[in-house]
């Protein structure tokens, strides 16, 4: 076993992460409250008339923030973070359960148990207010991150966003963050996105039927995709049975290894620094990749980050 030290000594200073306000980043805020832009700030944004011109979908929003991106190859990039609302799978373990536990059965479902008022949790927000902020306030080479929820659900509303974007003088890249359980459009497709694309495995609660579309995940394997697996370090058994699991899948959909990205599960940094150490080795022998969570590294389960 690999030992990390200073990680673990960091795990036990950070294990008592206490709440922060929300604040102010470059006209973006970080908090989901403040986060999702008012009528008024839409109103109120100078615009220049090419982007003006454009309609564009509105997406349902649960939170926009700026932050880091935490996980993946990506791992350190500042990014700004459109948090999609809805979901079409209910994983036990999800740590936003506020886009998608809107009803008494999807709170039995996650392990909380906490329901949760889309009044509240999700704005409609303009798809071109978006934009207009990002051309304005993002760096011209930015990476955005679309996540969710399942984003894909408003693939649409996406596909016309980063479509106006791609015809800016913007240059930066953008992320969807996906459970690859829906099939992407060609236009979609077209866009020259990068997937982050996380596939579900029988502990995350959800039925095989509903979590496993073996169509889309190959349409994605084939674009710009790396494949991010939460894997279970609570105990040896339910470790080796996650792994046998990708292992199944990563062959099935010809994922290369180079692209199977492992990450623990926990939403505290004891728990990621704790599978960290329980995973790395089982991942370097398999020529794999590991990634933390460094947002909850260092912000622990906050939302905003
Ligand atoms: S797919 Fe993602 S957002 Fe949906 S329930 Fe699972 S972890 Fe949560």
Redesign the pocket.
């Known amino acids: 076993m690999i030992r990390i030290p200073f990680l673990r000594a960091m795990s036990a200073a950070r294990d008592s992460t206490s709440a922060r306000p929300a604040v102010v980043v470059g006209g973006w805020y970080t908090g989901h409250v403040a986060a999702i832009p008012s009528s008024t700030e839409e109103q109120n944004v100078t615009t220049s008339s090419d982007v003006q011109d454009v309609k564009i979908a509105e997406p349902l929003v649960s939170e926009v923030f700026y932050t880091i991106q935490g996980e993946g190859p990506s791992t350190g990039r500042p990014a700004l973070f459109i948090r999609l609302g809805g979901?079409?799978?209910?994983?036990k373990?999800?740590?936003?359960?506020y886009?998608?536990v809107y009803n008494e059965r999807n709170a039995e479902r996650?392990h909380a148990g906490v329901m949760y008022d889309p009044q509240e949790e999700l704005r409609r927000v303009s798809g071109q207010n978006l934009v207009r902020r990002i051309l304005r306030e993002f760096p011209i080479e930015g990476l955005v991150v679309i996540s969710?929820?399942?984003p894909m659900l408003q693939q649409e509303a996406i596909a016309r966003i980063v479509a106006e974007l791609r015809s800016q003088p913007w240059y930066g890249n953008v992320e969807i963050e996906t459970?690859g359980?829906i099939l992407p459009s060609h236009e979609i497709l077209n866009r020259k996105i990068h997937w982050n694309v996380?596939p579900?495995l029988s502990h995350?609660g959800?039925e095989l039927e509903l979590r496993y579309n073996r169509p889309a995940l190959q349409v994605l394997a084939e674009d710009h995709a790396n494949f991010k697996f939460?894997v279970r370090h609570d105990t040896i058994d339910n470790r080796d049975a996650d792994l046998a699991e990708i292992s199944a899948i990563v062959s099935d959909i010809g994922i290369p290894k180079s692209k199977t990205w492992i990450m623990p599960l926990g939403t505290s940094p004891v728990e990621v620094l704790q599978g960290g150490e329980a995973l790395v080795e089982s991942v370097m022998e398999r020529k794999w990749n590991l990634t933390l969570r460094t947002h909850t590294l260092l912000w622990g389960n906050e939302r905003g980050h």
């Not at 373990?93 to 359960?97: E, L, R, S």
């Open positions: 979901c079409n799978l209910h994983c373990w999800c740590d936003t359960p886009t998608w996650h969710g929820g399942e459970a359980t996380s579900k995350s959800n939460v």
